[in-house]
């Protein structure tokens, strides 16, 4: 099972821009589903990004235009570039990895978007 770790969060204002990595190891990772979730305060995890094995990539509606998922299969490690970022992209961002029924999260990494 793969083993997640994010990293890159913080604190940014409108308009600025982070990136959000995620580091795999345990596993090969390349065979796995791997997606970006956020969660707000009082809200459900969302879906924000995903990425294939195949390297097939998906956002949602809310972040299409500034998010960016990417990945470097030889640093095991999948990417979230967030540019012009809103005061409601503020969540704990999460990475995930699938493979068939085998589904592993990150422990989260605050984003905070204020002025």
């Known amino acids: 099972q793969v083993q997640l770790v994010e990293s890159g969060g913080g604190l940014a204002q409108p308009g600025g821009s982070l990136r959000l990595s995620c580091a795999a190891s345990?596993?090969?990772?390349?065979?796995?589903?791997m997606g970006w979730y956020r969660q707000a305060p009082g809200k459900q995890r969302e879906l924000v990004a995903s990425?294939?094995?195949?390297?097939?990539?998906k956002s949602a509606d809310s972040v299409k235009g500034r998010f960016t998922i990417s990945k470097d299969n030889a640093k095991n490690t999948v990417y979230l570039q967030m540019n012009s970022l809103k005061p409601e992209d503020t969540a704990v961002y999460y990475c995930?990895?699938?493979?068939?029924?085998?589904?592993?999260w990150g422990q989260g990494t605050q984003v905070t978007v204020s002025s």
């Open positions: 990425v294939t094995s195949d390297g097939t990539t």
């Open positions: 995930n990895g699938r493979y068939g029924l085998i589904s592993s």
């Open positions: 345990g596993t090969d990772f390349t065979i796995y589903f």
